[in-house]
């Protein structure tokens, strides 16, 4: 079993940064791909990015390509996401996640097996 602890959101002016933290705990953490999701009111949880279970490949949504950039400290249990340039429609509950079943991590939220409580994320204009 893995528990995982999101930390970092906040409220934060358009243009402005953030950076999440998702701490780990449990089973080995570094056999694990990640993810991170987002969820605004009345809508799905979306993809927003992955990383895979060494660091070597990470893969993003593309409405935060550039923007945004996933990373792990398997030493620290620790995977982040470093949000650049917000924008108000960035405005959600983030996720994280984590695979034990793809070693690359996924796009589909049933595709992980282990979830955070979420942490909010306001971005005003």
């Known amino acids: 079993q893995v528990q995982l602890v999101e930390s970092g959101g906040g409220l934060v002016q358009a243009g402005g940064s953030l950076r999440l933290s998702c701490a780990a705990s449990?089973?080995?953490?570094?056999?694990?791909?990640m993810g991170w999701f987002r969820q605004a009111p009345g809508n799905e949880r979306e993809f927003v990015a992955a990383?895979?279970?060494?660091?070597?490949?990470?893969y993003y949504a593309g409405s935060v390509k550039g923007r945004f950039t996933i990373s792990r400290d398997n030493a620290k249990n620790t995977v982040y996401l470093q949000m650049n340039s917000l924008k108000p429609d960035d405005t959600a509950v983030y996720y994280c996640?984590?695979?034990?079943?793809?070693?690359?991590?996924?796009?589909?939220?049933?595709?992980?097996?282990?979830w955070g409580q979420g942490t909010q994320v306001t971005v005003s204009s």
């Open positions: 990383i895979r279970w060494s660091g070597g490949s990470t």
């Open positions: 996640a984590a695979t034990g079943d793809y070693s690359s991590g996924s796009y589909y939220v049933n595709d992980y097996e282990h």
């Open positions: 449990g089973r080995i953490f570094s056999s694990y791909a």
